[in-house]
């Protein structure tokens, strides 16, 4: 059974142009997409407890920032709120907001804004 991995540039080029090409699969061909879809149905529960794993510990590490960021961060986390519920007091996306909690991206200042009036908090510049 090949796998992603066993196809070269060259079979990838040759299937993106034959794509417009349609064809029943073939027998085999359907028994090895089964045992793809297996492989990956085996593999999502661990993949998805580093992803879970890997972004509590960002989000625990932005969070010990000494920054207004990792002000926010502490106070978000020590209001109880759900993230959704703020996301949408505050009117951002939920994905914007737990990208800042995981430190993977910031928020202007109307949003940082927000959120501590929301909060009820005052932020304190550093430096």
Not at 2 to 11: E, L, N
Not at 112 to 120: G, P, R, S, Y
Request: glycine content about 8%.
């Amino acid at each position: 059974m090949r796998t992603a991995w066993d196809y070269s540039p060259g079979d990838l080029m040759n299937e993106r142009r034959d794509a417009g090409v349609r064809r029943p699969a073939t027998a085999q061909e359907r028994q090895e997409l089964q045992g793809c879809c297996r492989q990956v149905e085996g593999d999502l529960p661990e993949l998805r407890r580093q992803a879970t794993q890997t972004e509590q510990q960002m989000r625990a590490s932005a969070m010990l920032e000494p920054t207004v960021s990792g002000q926010l961060r502490r106070a978000i986390s020590e209001s109880g709120m759900g993230h959704r519920e703020l996301a949408d007091q505050t009117g951002l996306s939920p994905k914007a907001l737990a990208e800042f909690l995981a430190g993977a991206a910031a928020l202007d200042s109307v949003a940082i804004d927000k959120l501590a009036t929301l909060l009820k908090r005052e932020l304190t510049p550093i430096g």
